[in-house]
């Protein structure tokens, strides 16, 4: 029984198409995360919702929207897509709005190609 | 601001040989450390994590590291590796207090273990 699941994993699509990446968790978490990873294996925050509302949002164009219709799904929509939105998205929970000594729990990621 | 540097991008080793995987990290303010372990084709899991009191700390699968305030340091270790350690590695800054603090993690360091 996974508890952070995303789909699809993999994703392969043409410039300028608009897609959409789902997450559920199922740990009870009442916080979320939107993690962009790029072909060097860098680890970047996009998006972090608690309980539905938006409380951290990075410096992400606004092709990039986050949906979070309960507190256990958070979804990832990207409009016009480009080459460079190529990478790993990985979704992440956690207990407390305030991360402090908590831990991440990672979904196994998006792999989603743009040509 | 805090800032991670993982010294090492790439640790290659011999298998049952030892391995020191090297984070160093900035801080204005006393943080929470963590090691998280990436294996191929898969999300993110905690190794271990430093909040307070030894600063030796042991994690999942023979890995520990010791947190070393003077030299800003927090090295991961294993007396003895397996070829099933061959994944990359993460070493995570979080300030401790109130607020949305999203970790910061490193660049990754890849262990790769040959038989």
């Known amino acids: 029984d996974t508890a952070v699941s995303q789909t699809p994993k993999y994703l392969v699509t043409q410039m300028g198409n608009d897609k959409s990446i789902k997450c559920e968790q199922n740990l009870g978490h009442d916080t979320m995360y939107w993690y962009k990873q790029d072909s060097k294996k860098f680890l970047k925050i996009m998006f972090s919702y608690n309980n539905k509302e938006l409380i951290i949002n990075e410096t992400v164009p606004n092709r990039f929207s986050p949906k979070s219709p309960d507190k256990a799904h958070l979804n990832l929509h990207i409009n016009s897509l480009e080459l460079g939105d190529s990478a790993v998205y990985f979704c992440?929970?956690?207990?407390?709005?305030?991360?402090?000594?908590?831990?991440?729990?990672f979904g196994e990621g998006s792999r989603l190609t743009v040509l | 601001a805090q800032s991670v540097t993982q010294l090492d991008s790439q640790v290659p080793v011999f298998e049952e040989a030892p391995v020191e995987l090297r984070c160093n990290y900035s801080?204005?303010?006393?943080?929470?450390l963590f090691w998280y372990v990436q294996y191929p084709n898969q999300g993110l899991q905690l190794l271990l994590k430093?909040?307070?009191?030894?600063?030796l700390v042991k994690g999942i699968n023979g890995f520990e590291a010791e947190f070393n305030k003077s030299q800003t340091s927090f090295h991961l270790r294993k007396p003895s590796v397996h070829i099933s350690d061959t994944a990359e590695y993460f070493c995570?800054?979080?300030?401790?207090?109130?607020?949305?603090?999203?970790?910061?993690f490193g660049r990754g360091t890849s262990l790769i273990v040959h038989p």
């Open positions: 995570a800054v979080s300030p401790p207090g109130r607020g949305s603090y999203i970790p910061t």
């Open positions: 992440a929970s956690s207990q407390g709005r305030v991360y402090r000594a908590g831990e991440l729990f």
């Open positions: 801080s204005s303010v006393s943080v929470y």
């Open positions: 430093y909040l307070s009191g030894s600063t």
